[in-house]
């Protein structure tokens, strides 16, 4: 098997007296999508802030292609590949698709020694990363202040992809989506792992996790109380694995 691409090593963190992680330890793999999920509280977003880089945790190693590797802030952890897709979404809504695609990476062409944008190089970038991951958009120049919200998530996606990305978090993606971009932003969450990039996912709906995931880790109090196959388990394994009610082999697996 080929190294993980990412590897949580008993990560803990504490808040004060509050023991928001106990010893958290999994690993994903390249072209892997790993569901979060857990109840309230149970220290979803913690994990995902630290992999990301904006929060510092208060023990543990994590290995990130092979190398250990903790970001000191999210711009570190953008570099490396590292990204997240949080529910606020991080686009500049005043300006249009390509501008926020090219965010501080733009194109540029000399005119009399001077360098100027190269509106239409970044045009024709931008319209072949939508139409290869099969994203249509009325128009590259809308303000995305104009998009819906799942045409905005598939531009952060897609940029995300275009640019390098390793490995995205996905916290609640689809809390303010209706049922029909939901279902596109789970077929381009599909798209994006199966091009090598690995995927985590904190989602509340079990049939979201079923639907797109391929292992399923389930965090209580602050520990993997599960870690399990999507095919090998059962939404109702899942949710006694959530509780911490009991039920034959639902314990932690992996
Ligand atoms: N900045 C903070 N200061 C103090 N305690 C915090 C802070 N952030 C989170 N906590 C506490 O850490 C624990 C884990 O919180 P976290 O937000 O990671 O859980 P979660 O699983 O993401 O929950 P939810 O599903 O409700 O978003 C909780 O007890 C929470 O109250």
């Known amino acids: 098997m080929s190294e993980p691409l990412l590897v949580l090593d008993n990560i803990t963190k504490n ?4 023991h928001a992680l106990r010893g958290i330890s999994f690993s994903i793999a390249r072209g892997e ?39 000191k802030s999210p711009a570190e952890a953008k ?3 590292i990204e997240t897709v949080y529910q606020d979404l991080s686009l ?18 000399k005119v009399l020694g001077v360098p100027v944008l190269d509106e239409r190089a970044m045009e024709a970038v931008v319209a072949r990363a939508l139409a290869n991951a099969g994203t249509r958009i009325p128009s590259l120049r809308t303000k995305v202040e104009h998009l819906s919200g799942g045409q905005r998530q598939a531009i952060e996606l897609n940029r995300f992809v275009h ?8 916290d609640e993606p689809f809390a303010a989506l209706g049922v029909e971009q939901t279902r596109r932003g789970l077929d381009m969450i599909r798209q994006v792992a199966s091009q090598g990039i690995g ?3 904190i989602t509340h709906i079990m049939q979201q996790a079923f639907q797109v995931a391929d292992r399923i880790v389930v965090i209580r109090q602050g ?32």
């Not at 808040?15 to 509050?18: C, H, K, P, T, W």
């Not at 109380?225 to 314990?251: F, Q």
């Open 223 to 254: 520990v993997v109380a599960g870690d399990v196959a999507r095919n090998k388990t059962s939404p109702d394994a899942v949710i006694n694995m959530i509780t911490g009610e009991t039920l034959a082999g639902a314990g932690p697996a992996g």
């Open 199 to 201: 995927v985590v996912i």
């Open 163 to 170: 640019w390098g990305g390793k490995l995205v978090l996905l």
């Open 15 to 18: 808040y004060g007296a509050i």
């Open 92 to 109: 500049c809504t005043n300006v249009d698709v390509v501008a926020n695609f090219f965010m501080g990476r733009e194109i540029t062409r």
């Open 79 to 81: 570099a490396a590949g």
């Open 33 to 71: 999508v790993v569901a979060l999920l857990g109840d309230n509280g149970a220290g979803k977003s913690t994990l995902v802030k630290i992999i990301a880089g904006g929060l510092e945790p208060t023990s543990g190693r994590m290995l990130f292609e092979g190398k250990e590797f903790l970001a």
